[in-house]
């Protein structure tokens, strides 16, 4: 398709801007302005509407297509919560209006909004309070380190290490480092836990923290968690629980109850906002008591006469890590989910969850290898190394199932399994729907054997055929040039 | 009550499928000692009642008011077709466009979205977006501080106080020297600022239009930093760059902001956009998402996700940056809300707002005991001395019906008669002379 750029013509204009009432006054002196024009595009209203709506049609989403996309949660995204967000009495806030001096009672209703979701996020999880500010998960996760910093930093100590299993999200490492941390790496050992004798090995009085995702990213509920954290508490440690997962432990296990000192939670998975082809997601951080004093400001509370205010008076706060409430909007939408599904839609959430990736893995596990071949949590984690053989690549088999209309799962993580092939069906899919994908899977398994070539060509059905990846990024061209 | 759709039987043959017991038993693995102590919550409601729940919380919240209330977040109107885009759920309900033959609307409309911030910024490359224009003033500072092997960033305290607060809190751990600049009458201190640079200097972060509405050129200020070999960073409004001269054009190396004046509703805070561009050079120490043009196998023009060997997903602790969901959605608006008003009307749209203010300037002096601060020319904000204390008169003006402003003496010390009046293009000139007469009779 054409870029915007490409369909721009001189002279034509839009009326959207116009306006007829525009007070004349002392321009603004030239040494201030714009010495050249722009090369924005000047296109009609329809032109502009035409090109994006063709471009959609370009995408596979949760909307159009199965997403089994390991590790992101794609369920369905409810309706209602997009028109509740979008009612001016939420969209159209400024958020400097409670800041005010007698602005207090200009937006009560999502002050209500911020303070009940924390409440419920609480008790989901079993945490003494949240911050509902991070903008996405790997946001809380820095949140979270850094609370972790100001504890240590707190009590004068100066430890210097955050471990992590080889089996973690990228942005546990990444996280740990930006916050000033060293990362430890743990290997994971043949039963597909966390090496206990080696964790046991590499923690020490400089650890900080132990950063931990349950169920692990291999789908895997680690039974010995509850020890793990004990030991790093008697090394006076804190430990952090990654809840990209925690869709598969609703009302079955609760990060506090574990014994984990923080927690961050992925709205856009394991609540149902949608995830807007790379966000907005949100990501609050729930702390034990311990970190309570260390939460970021402001702080929502309520008032004995049952009014909501903002509270900057924490001494001990790591300050500002958003300029204001979080994604108020995302949180309103999580919000109406939780109240939606209530006690009994939250677990039979987590239920159907995982009774649908332990039927896509009972189905496969025949046709696909499983390097760790135990019971699953919200996902199963094959790899398609019996069909590397043949030269059929995760890869290949991802772009075979684009061409059958199915987004692929993931295949570049977790990194632990080669040719990993991770998926996530979530529980608002049918039977009906696993089983034309599970019959997919072994036609491709049974290609693999017979006819390998025919699953390198895919896609063929598609608007582009399989890019040149090492082109763009050895001739990085990325912006559109006249 | 979910949005689940297995039936008893879809339930009975899965568990025989996988051969287990019970749903229960799907659950074994976690010990009996470890299972939730508590899951306290309400039974479901329908959508009904949610939304009647949802609708009376937002009538507690008062928008009848008339805004001129801006500090770094703008009322700005928003045309219908941006909701009507960003609405389709073959946009809103997919993910990172990881594989890209079934992601090229995203990857396409990402690409576009680049080119319109570097246009905007006059610079060379960006990325699919970060969470909010403080988070990446952050990512920017980090940026030079890899960039130079250097320290110390100099930020003029004509930022936006609420990004430099979130600057320090972020690096509150590392050693970085921060150096603020006082700002005298509305302007960069540029006799201080010059002094401070020295051959440890990182970078020096100014803002523009800056915290008091004043505009500046500060082409000879980044001259003075380059000469340091110091990276420039400005933090820029993206609306005023319809007229005003671009960080591109006054040699800044990275530029800054927040996007949600180009058509993402204030609400509440969030969620919002943070952009980022940068000169060529710096494109491997970009944090995010980078999307890239190439060809597909029959020499097809595509757009896929490139330079990926910055991000956490394959560096890990050795990512330029944690970030991995962003704000693409918003970034989308923001796309289609430059794209409706095109090249002319981006201009105009600034031109209305910096007229309005200029109209609101000229109608405020009029008011008795208020002073309009004049000592540097002003985009669509601007400052108000009052004759008493701004807290005060802002109370007041919300009976009147106004959100008037921000109090300046929040944010700085002494200031605690000065108002800060935000004066967008949805404002009337009625409504701006009622501002006048409700300020008259409070005062």
Redesign the interface.
Known sequence: MKLLFEKHKEGRRNFLCSKTCAPQVKPLDAKYRRAKDTLLPSLSELEVVRHYTNLSRLNYSVDTNFYPLGSCTMKYNPKFTERVASLDGFAAVHPLLPQLSGGGVLTQGSLEVLYEAERLLSEITGMEAFTMQPMAGAHGELTGVMLIAAYHKDRGSRRKFVIVPDSSHGTNPASAAIAGYQVVVIPTGKDGYMDLEEYKKKLSDETAAVMLTCPDTLGIFNPHIKEIADLAHKAGALVYYDGANLNAMLGKARPGDLGFDVVHINLHKTFGTPHGGGGPGAGPVGVGPKLVEYLPISRVVRRNDGTYALDYQARKTIGYIAPFYGNFGVILKAYAYMLRLGKEGLIEAAEMAVLNANYVRAKLKSRYDLPYDKNCMHECVFSAARQAKNGVHALDIAKYLIDKGYHPPTIYFPLIVKEAIMIEPTETETKETLDEFIEVMIGIADLAEKDPASVKAAPLHMPVKRLDETKAAREPNLRWRP | ??????TKE??T???K????SS?ED??????K???????????????FE??E???????????S?V?F?G???Y?HFI?A?V???T????????????????????L??I??Y???I???T?L???N??L?????ALYEAA?MAIRATGRNKIIVDSGVNL??R??L???T???SIEFVEIPVIHGQSSRDELIRNLDDKTAAVILQNPNFFGA???HSDIVGRVHKFGALAIASVYPVS?G????PG?MGFDIATG?GQSLGI????????LGFISARKEL?RQMPG??????????G?R???L????R?????????T??????????A?RAA?F????????????A??N???A??AK?VLSKVPGVEVKRSS?TFNEFTLRLPRSA??V???M?DKGF?SG??LG?FYNGMDNYLLVAVT?KR??EEIKKFADSLEAVL
Request: proline content about 4%.
């Open positions: 009550m979910s949005y689940v759709p297995h879809d339930k043959e899965m568990l499928a996988i051969g287990a749903i799907l659950f074994k693995d976690i010990p000692a470890l299972r939730a102590k508590s899951f306290d919550l309400s039974q479901g409601m329908s959508e949610v939304t729940h949802l609708k009376r919380l937002a009538a507690k919240n008062a928008i008011l805004n209330v500090a770094g977040f009322d045309p077709a909701d009507a885009i609405s389709r759920s073959e946009f809103y309900t997919a993910y990172t466009p990881y594989q890209p033959e079934c992601s090229q609307g995203w396409q409309a690409y576009e680049q080119t319109i570097c246009e905007l006059g060379d490359v960006s699919a977006s969470y909010d224009g403080g988070t980090m609420i990004y607060t979130m320090y809190s972020y509150s751990n590392l505009v500046d050129d760059l007229i005003l001269k671009s054009e927040e509703p204030l609400s509440f805070g969030g969620p919002y494109v998402r980078i999307v890239g043009a190439t060809v597909d196998m029959d097809k595509g757009f896929v490139t330079l990926q060997t991000e956490q997903h394959i560096r890990r602790e050795k990512a940056s944690n970030i991995c969901s962003n704000e693409a959605l918003c989308l289609v430059v794209a409706l008003l095109g090249r002319d009307g981006l201009k105009e749209l031109e209305n910096y007229r309005n200029e109209f000229d020319p807290d005060e802002v109370r007041k919300i959100a921000f109090p929040k293009e009337t000139k």
